[in-house]
RNA sequence: GGAGGAAUGGCAGAGUGGUCGAAUGCGGCAGUCUUGAAAACUGUUGAGGGUCACACCUCCGGGGGUUCGAAUCCCUCUUCCUCCGCCA
């Protein structure tokens, strides 16, 4: 959520910058402002009212006290007419406060100035690419193939226990994920970042507070029984955790890795690029999540990036590094950097890491805030990335390390996995 | 799941209808003293809105109600604690 006070003094800075988004924000904003200015002018009636009314309430009671009952009684008649306005001027103050928020839940976040101007995926900008794509013998399989061939995942079972999307990983495709996953943490943690293992549930509040609700309510399973949501990424949960923190510089910067299942409804598109492990229902994942000082956040996401070009580099992925354009920035996003890995049995670069600085908009609903040296309280930056989707960096590993009769284990993952080759 | 109890400022802990945004202690900050530190003493110290700055308004777990007036009374939700039951 933006700040009223930014755009107030913003306006049309604001509208420029989400011109790149495709999107005309003018009329949103205008609207905006005349709830703000409505809101304030109730808000100072209010409270015009309401001291008015404290005033006669003191002197009625400092009446009482000294046995002036008569003329007690005679104040509260007059009371009452200022109860009967200050309950109007608060329904209306209600009405107009949440008639403003949800405005201000529309607005999606400023882009950074380097972001690009651009209405899709078309529009995004190679920044980066590394890596030699491998020459695949004739008649190398999708993973979804190699999956079946060498027995290591299984969809059909998966659906037979719960539904499409669902994948049962067993045997060395098991092990193999297990060992992705503890390399992750362990590049993670060595890079100075927290472990945690945060609830795989979380409440309404907390998906306000990172964005997820109310505009992708959707995309989360929600658990009616309890009013819970299942997590679609670690992000929220682990984010959540500062939720309406008051911090101290030197708190600053808090950095957290976390591994969880993610579970995403993802209602829509079916069809060849969603097959095998390519969008799936629940997936695995390892996240990064920052929590900056704003003139720092910058730094941090350049540091972000190149961590987790490190891990792929030393799993020797091929992979591009895009700068997401306006039109495919997320909703809370000021700046994400993507990152692909080339799928040589696909013949197509499959997303497995985003990176994405949020500046203030999650701190300004999740009221993440830090005092600085001067005792000032401000908005903190957070910051998250994956490192990295499970099911494609899999997929990605399947596909380019298979051999005509096997599949290769990259070098670095040989100690934990215990194995050095699938047949 | 059943029965009780509790929720107050960074922490501890008073406050059961009227200048209570809230005693007191600890902690924090500033100062005095000291070569320096500690101790002692003095002052200061919650948050949000609003204002050029004041004024003023709101907040005592959340929501609602009673009252001229609520931390205090009523309803409701949530969380925590104790006991019983069940359980990986």
């Known amino acids: 959520m933006l700040q009223l006070q930014h755009i107030r003094e913003n306006k049309n800075g604001i509208i420029d910058a989400l011109k790149k988004r495709s999107l005309d924000a ?97 529009d995004n900008e190679e920044i980066f690419r590394e890596g030699d794509i491998p020459k695949l013998a004739e008649g190398a399989l999708p993973h979804w193939e190699l999956a079946k061939k060498y027995d290591i995942i299984d969809f059909e079972l998966g659906v037979k226990v719960t539904g499409a999307g669902f994948p049962v990983y067993k045997g060395k495709g098991a092990r193999l994920q297990r060992a992705l996953v503890a390399y992750f943490l362990d590049k993670n943690t060595e890079a100075g970042y927290t472990e945690v293992q945060p609830p795989h549930m979380v409440n309404e509040a907390s998906g306000y507070g990172t964005g997820q609700l109310p505009d992708k309510e959707g995309q989360m399973y929600h658990v009616q029984a309890d009013d819970l949501y299942l997590i679609p990424t670690a992000e929220v949960p682990i984010t959540n955790l500062h939720r309406g923190d008051m911090l101290s510089p030197e708190d600053l910067p808090i950095k957290y890795t976390g591994y969880t299942p993610c579970f995403r409804r993802e209602a829509g598109s079916y069809g060849a690029h969603v097959r095998g492990l390519n969008r799936l229902h629940q997936f695995d994942k390892v996240e990064l999540v920052r929590i900056e000082r704003p003139e720092a956040s910058y730094t941090a996401l350049d540091e972000m990036t190149e961590h987790v070009k490190v891990i792929l580099r030393e799993l020797k992925l091929p992979y591009r590094i895009l700068r997401l354009c306006g039109g495919d920035l997320g909703f809370t996003s000021a700046l994400t950097y993507d990152f692909e890995v080339f799928s040589t049995a696909q013949d197509r670069w499959l997303e497995i890491s985003s990176v994405s600085n949020f500046e203030t908009f999650q701190a300004n609903r999740l009221k993440l805030r830090f005092k600085d040296e001067n005792g000032k309280r401000q908005l903190a930056h957070t910051l998250n990335g994956s490192s990295l989707a499970l099911p494609r960096v899999l997929a990605g590993i399947l596909e380019n390390y298979q051999t005509k009769d096997g599949i290769e284990i990259p070098e670095v993952l040989i100690p934990y996995c215990g194995f050095d080759r699938i047949d």
Request: charged content about 30%; overall charge negative; glycine content about 6%.
């Open 26 to 122: 003018e009329p949103m904003l205008s609207a905006i402002l005349e709830l703000d200015e409505k809101r304030r002018g109730l808000q100072t009636e209010l409270d015009a009212t309401l001291a008015e009314s404290n005033k006669l309430s003191k002197e009625i009671g400092m009446l009482f006290k000294s046995g002036n009952a008569a003329e007690a009684n005679a104040l509260k008649e007059q009371t009452a007419g200022l109860k009967e306005a200050s309950k109007k001027l608060g329904e209306e103050l209600t009405s107009t406060t949440s008639a403003l928020e949800e405005q201000l839940y529309q607005v999606p976040n400023v882009p950074h100035e380097s972001v690009p101007a651009g209405a899709s995926d078309e």
